[in-house]
């Protein structure tokens, strides 16, 4: 078992990484309240009976990103009242980032803010959006456009819960793993690149869970403590590599396209980008496209949208800043940079290459 300290004063957590600890290992409300476990429909479909097992109560509130919406959070609120959880009650998060970050919104504002507990169920959820305290929902507009920065007490990673989580799910926490390692450690990376296709499979990622998903965590609890609330240097927006275009073209594909798969397709054309200012070799471009290949992951952007259509979901995103397009851009594996000057002639231009461009073997 592993642990990692988020260091953030009275606001400090543990991030305990292990397998089959999700019972064993999740400690009682110090509160003495009542507990809410909240799932999605897929994850309360195949966790909630061991839950129920112990009087837990559980709710349901959907299907995933589709539902990611403030009605949808609100019933999340609704069922902590029907449950009587007042001020020592807590709600835990039992599934993806969406489920994560619906119950950390939902924690913040019922009662004016109880505590919560994560308890990831996905590769992408375990090293990313459970830790670090961002909840939101989406709107119609874009990605993540309403929320709160809302720490949770704990998050308990159980690597076992990826034994039921398909390739697909599997590859886009990847994209997140493969994000940290180009943004903050090299020698991360080149340990990625030495399992290769060993990513894309779970059976063959197992016996590396936990070593990868602690080092993930270990990175961003840095960056977090660095800067919690993406205010102070600037640092927390360095993990939106990839998310700019990405974010975009998930919400253009109304989810067809993963967040994972976006972010993977994000980082391509981030780094078509800094070619293009003379920041990022080709080398390292086909190092980053050849990993992003062997987790499973896409590398080409879908032909049948419109730039001007990714260029006005793009002007909403949340990290722009003075009506400037916001693009985190890498200098060399292990370090990445914010830059905000790059006119819409310039993104066309790193569109249009992609387009024209593949990356086929």
Not at 167 to 172: N, S
């Amino acid at each position: 078992m592993s642990l990692v300290k988020v260091e953030l004063g009275a606001r400090s957590y543990d991030i305990v990484i292990g397998n089959r600890i999700a019972l064993s290992h999740l400690p009682e409300n110090a509160r003495g309240g009542k507990r809410l476990f909240v799932f999605d429909d897929k994850t309360y479909e195949l966790y909630a009976g061991a839950f129920a097992e112990r009087n837990e109560f559980c709710f349901s509130f959907g299907r995933g990103e589709a539902d990611k919406r403030f009605d949808k959070m609100i019933t999340i609120c609704q069922a902590a009242i029907a449950n009587h959880l007042d001020r020592s009650g807590e709600l835990v998060a039992v599934g993806g980032g969406v489920t994560g970050d619906m119950t950390g919104f939902a924690a913040a504002i019922y009662l004016r803010g109880i505590n919560f507990i994560q308890m990831p169920t996905t590769l992408l959820a375990m090293v990313d959006s459970s830790v670090g305290g961002k909840t939101a929902v989406d709107l119609p507009e874009g990605k993540n456009l309403v929320g709160v920065f809302h720490q949770p007490d704990l998050v308990l990673i159980d690597t076992e819960f990826l034994r039921t989580l398909p390739e697909k799910e599997l590859h886009c926490g990847v994209a997140e793993v493969v994000k940290m390692a180009i943004g903050f450690d090299e020698v991360f990376f080149k340990r990625l690149e030495e399992m290769g296709g060993k990513l894309s499979k779970v059976e063959s990622f197992m016996p590396d869970a936990e070593d990868i998903i602690r080092r993930s965590c270990e990175l961003k609890a840095d960056v977090v403590r660095r800067d919690e609330t993406e205010t102070v240097s600037g640092v927390r927006e360095l993990l939106n590599f990839g998310h700019t275009f990405g974010h975009a073209m998930e919400t253009l594909s109304d989810f067809s396209l993963s967040h994972g798969e976006g972010v993977a397709i994000g980082m391509v054309l981030a780094g078509r980008a800094a070619m293009m200012r003379n920041m990022w070799g080709e080398a390292e471009q086909m190092r980053m496209i050849k990993l992003l290949k062997a987790a499973g992951l896409p590398v080409d952007v879908p032909k049948t949208m419109d730039f001007k259509d990714i260029l006005e979901v793009m002007r909403r995103d949340k990290k722009n800043r003075g009506g400037k397009i916001t693009l985190i851009l890498p200098r060399r594996i292990g370090e990445l940079t914010v830059v905000r000057d790059f006119s819409d002639q310039e993104l066309e231009q790193v569109w249009q290459s992609a387009v024209q461009g593949s990356y086929h073997d």
